[in-house]
């Protein structure tokens, strides 16, 4: 059955807003009618598709508000939409405030429209801590008429945070593989950032917030740097770049670590690197580790959320405990000097995604809840 489907995610760079906009495009691509309700065009959204639509949230600055108002502009357009386009369902990545705006949207229609709310991770492992904010993410969960969550840990925090009954569907993330894949002859982008064939490249990309644990991640490559020629790559922006910068001049490692900042065309990047670090301490899943994969990059991360049901330790890569930036160094070096096991580690990633992460399985589930809700 070819659905008109509402979408509505934080458009910009992060792992919600790729999975929200990679989901549009794939179901697009399978004849649904697509329709983003955000504030600002979705930024992999990318090409032209003739059946994507974009309706831009506009918040209006009346000087009687003390703040703009947007989540009540977001539920007025949500509303708006849905009734010119008929839409069947609205799918929300975010309980807050995406899930509470399309609750509020579907009582102004009074009609019968479905919610799908996807949970992505901050709204419950930061937000849900909020006292005041926990009852209202409650309330989005439980209003909805499906939720998913991107991990079994994710459920699992949801469940035992908020004590709701409502059932949570665990779905995992997913990558496109015709953009996350391999891509051999990397030697000249290696050469463009100076990096010398013996070198190894180690990676991280991130929104470098806090919880993220850059400095772990700069720590754990000093080690690794002192016992082989190698580079840290470090893609993304945030607020912790500032005290990263610092701790790479402190550490007199400024030549090995290239900070490339926000980048698009990560698969081709990936493509030169050895090893992926993600050494948060909050992660419901972990979605560049993914990428990274696919692209054949072994990853090494840290042993909570929803990063176990990624990577597969001793096969894929290896986990360790928050902070533990010694056992990243061992895990890393014993790893980039056995040439047999790191190609070994590399099929093993590719496969692994290829097995349970390909879009097509993940994309094929959203349809089946998508037509459970619109059918029942
Ligand atoms: O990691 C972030 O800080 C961004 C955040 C987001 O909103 O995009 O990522 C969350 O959703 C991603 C997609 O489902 C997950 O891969 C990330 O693990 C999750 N981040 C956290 O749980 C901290």
């Known amino acids: 059955m070819k659905l008109k489907i509402g979408i509505t995610c934080y458009p910009t760079v992060g792992g919600s807003g790729v ?11 399978r004849g649904h ?11 992999r959204l990318g090409k032209f598709y003739p059946n994507i639509f974009f309706h831009e949230v506009e918040v209006n600055q009346y000087s009687v508000f003390q703040y703009p108002p947007y989540d009540l502009a977001l539920a007025s357009k949500m509303a708006e939409v849905a009734k010119r386009e008929k839409l069947d369902l609205l799918h929300v990545h975010y ?22 709310t ?15 904010l926990s009852e209202m993410i409650k309330f989005g ?27 949570i569907i665990p779905v995992h993330n997913f990558v496109d593989e015709r953009v996350y894949y391999r891509r051999d002859n990397n030697s000249e982008l290696k050469k463009t950032y100076g990096i010398q064939d013996d070198e190894k490249v180690i990676v991280h990309i991130s929104n470098f917030r806090p919880v993220k644990r850059i400095q772990d ?16 790559l470090l893609i993304g922006n945030g607020p912790e770049l500032t005290v990263a910068c610092e ?32 050494l948060s301490e909050k992660e419901s899943f972990g979605l560049v580790l993914l990428e990274a994969m696919a692209c054949g990059v072994p990853v090494i991360g840290t042993r909570i959320g929803g990063i176990p049901e990624v990577i597969v330790d001793g096969e894929t890569g290896y986990m360790v405990e928050v902070g533990d930036t010694a056992a990243v160094a061992d895990k890393a070096i014993s790893l980039l000097k056995n040439d047999e096991r790191h190609r070994r ?15 097509e399985k993940i994309v094929s589930v959203y349809e089946e809840i998508y037509n459970s809700l619109v059918k029942g």
């Open 19 to 29: 999975v929200a906009t990679e989901l549009g495009k794939l179901l697009a691509e």
């Open 33 to 43: 009618e697509i329709h983003f309700i955000a504030s600002s065009i979705p930024f």
């Open 95 to 116: 309980a807050v405030p995406h899930a509470v705006c399309a609750v509020l949207a579907k009582q102004m229609l009074d009609d019968n429209i479905k919610i799908l």
């Open 118 to 132: 996807t949970l992505h991770g901050t709204d419950i492992t930061v937000l849900g801590y909020d006292p005041s």
């Open 141 to 167: 969960i439980e209003k909805s008429d499906a939720v998913t969550a991107v991990s079994h840990q994710l459920k699992e925090d949801t469940e035992q945070l908020l004590k709701t009954q409502k059932e």
């Open 217 to 232: 991640v700069i720590k754990a490559f000093s080690l690794i740097r002192k016992e082989m020629p190698s580079k840290l």
């Open 247 to 278: 701790q790479v001049r402190e550490l007199n490692i400024e030549d090995d670590v290239l900070f490339l900042g926000k980048q698009e065309n990560v698969g081709e990047l990936f493509s030169i690197c050895d090893l992926k670090l993600l």
């Open 345 to 359: 580690f590399r099929e093993n990633s590719v496969r692994h995604v290829r097995e349970n992460f390909l879009s």
